[in-house]
């Protein structure tokens, strides 16, 4: 194929990719949003194979390894559940990382493959490309390694520091910096080896501060990333898809995180830069007093809800643990053909990475008219008989508008404690995954329903 056809071909990819961008920002038209966004990627991937200009050895491995690479995706995607979508969507992010590392490595070593000049003379703008590419990659795939531990509960969800942290990042940031100036000027192996493995270092080292509180915020940072260094590479490769692709996912991965920052009341500068002034949320953590709690049972709950007029459903992580959405659809129409008006209401962050609660709620086929952001519902909790709150913690938590210590303070939570009554279902009184104990668990409104989200929701519907 010929170069200026493949440009077509290639430019008619990155159109599609925009317009399933497009389509992605709404529930109603996101399926559109994926089958536009597949074919742009079908194409990109036939073009590449046409480019190859025969069917010799390069060929085979290039079609062995995409079938090798399909074939395990497309087994984990059937078998991932919805509870560990957030890990599978981190570890995504390190494998684009790691990409765009090998894409880098190989056009340093043999530089005349990819029309690049010669090994100790690689074009000045090639090199600055694949040096960042490489970089950015290599703090994406170890960023995102932590990312997936801190989420998977392999190591601890509090956020890890030490004296001097940040000055240590920032060295090290300055200093791969520094390299990449130097390996222009040399273009030593060395250097450019060294360059990779402060990267690697300095990707661990930005996570681990950051706390499971503002983990959504880390998973939409890291696509960012992930997006960069394919720009990066694709700028390298002179590939029209891949810098269009890579430069639709930083972007729109760096207004999602600073929307979510903004949601939380976080400096968006200071999480990209690993945790800035991140509090740890042990010492955060109040002594908990024994505290009375109101107890209640599937009984008590429809009675409630059956003799209310409204109705605010509140999800968060502990319903998406017990794929509760099924059976939380259920309870709602059972409340709906009581004449009971019924509301879903949606925090920013709820759940594990951005859009998790509207995927669940999505898969349960629940109508898109009657879920609503945190703006557009917060101020209707004043007037709602009835506040279902099943597994969401953080972002309901009244101390983040009352407690300056609370590393949650400032960040915009839903008014649930302003409700007439608040059922709040839970496993037990543990906090949530910012460390620090719920006020709203305490109020004289609220009747704490102890059991799995799904199980406890079932059992209100047969009351019902």
């Not at 207004?255 to 800035?276: A, E, H, Q, T």
């Amino acid at each position: 194929m010929s170069a200026n056809l493949s440009a077509l071909f290639y430019l008619i990819s990155g159109i599609l990719f925009i317009l399933a961008l497009r389509g992605l920002s709404s529930p109603e038209t996101s399926r559109q949003g994926n089958y536009l966004g597949i074919a742009g990627m079908a194409i990109s991937i036939i073009v590449t194979f046409l480019t190859v200009g025969n069917f010799g050895s390069g060929f085979v491995y290039v079609l062995l390894f995409l079938i090798i690479g399909g074939t395990i995706g497309a087994f984990i995607a059937f078998r991932i559940p919805m509870t560990a979508m957030p890990e599978l969507v981190a570890g995504f992010h390190s494998l684009v990382g790691l990409a765009a590392v090998f894409v880098a490595v190989s056009a340093f070593l043999k530089p005349d493959a990819f029309n690049l000049g010669f090994a100790g003379n690689i074009k000045l703008a090639s090199l600055i490309e694949m040096s960042l590419g490489a970089s950015i990659g290599a703090i994406t795939f170890s960023g995102s390694i932590i990312a997936f531990f801190k989420l998977r509960g392999i190591m601890s969800g509090s956020p890890i520091t030490f004296k001097g942290q940040h000055f240590i990042n920032l060295a090290m940031g300055l200093s791969v910096i520094f390299l990449i100036f130097y390996l222009c000027q040399t273009q030593s192996t060395n250097t450019f080896w060294s360059i990779i493995l402060l990267s690697f270092i300095l990707g661990v080292l930005i996570i681990i501060p950051i706390g499971g509180a503002d983990m959504p915020v880390v998973i939409s940072m890291l696509n960012s990333y992930s997006g960069w260094a394919a720009a990066g590479i694709g700028f390298t490769l002179e590939n029209t898809a891949l810098i269009i692709t890579g430069a639709l996912v930083g972007s729109s991965g760096a207004i999602l995180s600073y929307i979510m920052c903004k949601g939380m009341n976080r400096s968006f500068f200071n999480v990209i830069l690993g945790g800035w002034g991140a509090t740890d949320n042990g010492s955060a953590s109040q002594s908990k007093e024994q505290k009375p709690v109101k107890n209640g049972n599937a009984d008590d709950a429809a009675f409630l809800m059956k003799n209310a007029s409204s109705v605010i459903i509140v999800p968060g992580y502990g319903m998406a643990v017990a794929q509760a959405q099924h059976a939380l659809r259920e309870m709602v129409d059972a409340l709906k053909k009581n004449g009971v008006k019924v509301s879903y209401a949606i925090h920013p962050v709820a759940g594990r990475m951005p859009g998790h609660m509207n995927v669940l709620l999505a898969e349960a086929n629940v109508p898109y008219d009657e879920v609503f952001e945190l703006e557009e519902i917060n101020n209707d909790f004043a007037n709602c008989d009835v506040a279902y709150v099943i597994g969401a913690n953080d972002v309901t938590n009244p101390i983040a508008k009352s407690d300056p210590q609370s590393p949650i303070y400032g960040m915009p939570v839903l008014d649930v404690e302003k409700s007439k009554s608040v059922l709040f279902v839970k496993r037990s009184l543990s906090p949530g995954y910012a460390g620090i104990d719920n006020d709203l668990f305490y109020r004289d409104n609220t009747l704490m329903l102890f059991a799995d989200a799904k199980k406890m929701t079932e059992e209100i519907v047969k009351s019902l």
